[in-house]
DNA sequence: TATGAATGAGTCTTCATTCAT
DNA sequence: CATGAATGAAGACTCATTCAT
């Protein structure tokens, strides 16, 4: 009897996403995917592109939702909300942000470490370069609102987003407790407005 | 004629540096570096101990000067320096930094972004580690002479630490010119300096 | 046009039953079995596991059909027959040994004296195991039919089985003929029977 | 300070032993050897002319204890003392058996069991020929004494003495403790004495 | 959609020995 | 007597992918 195709489609992710947590993109082995599916080797070519293929497969979603969540923390109208910031939204934020990355933990764990080789490779810097955008966008948002601001080095806020990236990598590495990273993140908003108003003069 | 034992150590080093920097450590060939030094593939094992060996030799010394250059500059002499910060001084250290960054940035961008499956994998999290290290013992120091120091949470100077290697990362990717790395750095003291104050409360 | 798998497999296991018997397991060559076979060398490990998977399915069946025939020769319905051993009967026996002999001679060849390094080492050993397991058993079904008997060691059981293993071996290595092997085993009979008369007193 | 000359080729000969009977001749390594002597690789050829060259000086001594041993044990003054046998003499003769073979066991099993690729290789064949010829020409003198002793066919006498070997091979395999031995010989110089008056008529 | 077979280049490392010095 | 360097072939095995069926 033939299996259906939906079901052979997940089994091979379900397979491949094993073998790429257990040994990274580099070292991962189609016939190892093939044989922990039961999918013939050459019939994942079917379902898949090839190696990258499936390694896209397995590991965009993650990239995909985290680059979104980015995007939505940095609308117009949050631009408003964060000035007057309370505590309180921002633990929400915060806790969002927790959620995302416990959820895609072993697939952000291979975007930020073992994604050499892939074309998912540079992801760090991907991730980096986004924020850096969004950032900067948002930044326009905040002048045009409150023109008095004053500028800041394009460099200071790629480095600045490098850091935030820092930041999900080490959380993704180490899995600090919710409660490390929610006191964590109650210092970087104390320190980085301290900075950040330092240097915009507001 | 024989070639002169020296000579040949140097060519295969050069010769595998150039095919690491092009390939990285995982996709780089044994047999392409003997060919490309001109010398035997098993007379490489006479000059090194194998592919990990090689790699640790081309890129271990741009290794130990990070290293080492980051410990000297938190000994305990500069506690008193550092707090009297005269702007003058720290230009000269962010010019030592760049100076090493510059000295060996290939080398740098193997170990950040291209040593996955070597003994050296995992360097931007050794190079955190060190940082985070040397920060909390320097942190000590400064406790001992000025003690109304509030306390800054671990993972909160690792992060900053991690910042810091990733700014590192920034520059050597991205190689912004000496200019645009000081203004950054000016930026960044200030921005620092605030936010340290606004959480240590001094 | 393709040819057929099991062609393919026949010929494979030939041209590495010809390199073995050449080389002996460890110094045949993967290599030289794929080109003698015609089949790509990549393309062996589609149908072996890999050298010593090749090996076992060459020299296996002699070794099987040894070992089987020796169990069938102690079962119980033999320790009548045997005591009232016609000589004729054991002729029988005898031929069908040498039959087994000339049948696999290469095969034990290699499994006796070449077979180092691979999971068939120690032939030798595990045949005299067997042997030794197999007297036993018999033993005691002799016993438990003619109490008279008395013990002999366990360490002359196994020597005697080491002797007959040593008896094969001597058969293999130096291909006498039939009938200096059943001129042999008449001497053999004789000198095993008044020795255990002797050792167990019936 | 240069180290005299036969310090140098005994530590290697020490040296070569441990490897050999670690790895056997095959699996032997000559870096290893000349590592663990403390000798250039090349010097080693100084002292001996290759792999088999060491071998058989590390493992030939043994070989030469062993069958120097068995030839004098069949001298032309032991037939009387056989014939006449007391017990008491045997065991001598056994205990030094056991001695040689405790003596040399490592270099035995390596003899025996491990010597495959190496000039040694068929030693167990070597000493079953060595026994075989020995025992003519033991029986050649015993018939000039006692003209009545019937024929025993060549083959009978070769199995027999392979017989012996193996006992041999049985011992240093599986080190049976001394009295184990000495019960066994028992029974075997009990056995071997009917069955070969049945064969000789005396 | 599925498969088994095939490819061909690729991996790093080890080996015993020799040679010039 | 000693050395470090060099050789050149060989080792088993894996890879992602393609093709004919």
Known sequence: MRVLKDEKYESILKAARGEFIRKGYKDASMRAIAAASGVGLSNVYNYFSGKDGIYAAVVGPARD???LFISRQHTEEMVDVNRQVTFGHREEVIDDYIDIIERYRDELRLLFFRSEGSSMGGFREAL??????????????EKKRYPATADVS??????????????????VAHEPDRQRIRDFFREYFRFEFAGWRELTGN
Chains 1, 2, 3, 4 share one sequence.
Request: aromatic share 18%; glycine share 2%.
């Open 65 to 67: 939702a985290l680059f």
């Open 154 to 171: 394009h460099f200071f806020i790629r480095a600045l987003s490098s850091w935030m990236t820092g930041v999900v990598a080490e959380i």
């Open 128 to 141: 980096t370069d986004h924020m850096t955008r969004v950032s900067y966008d948002y930044m326009a948002l």
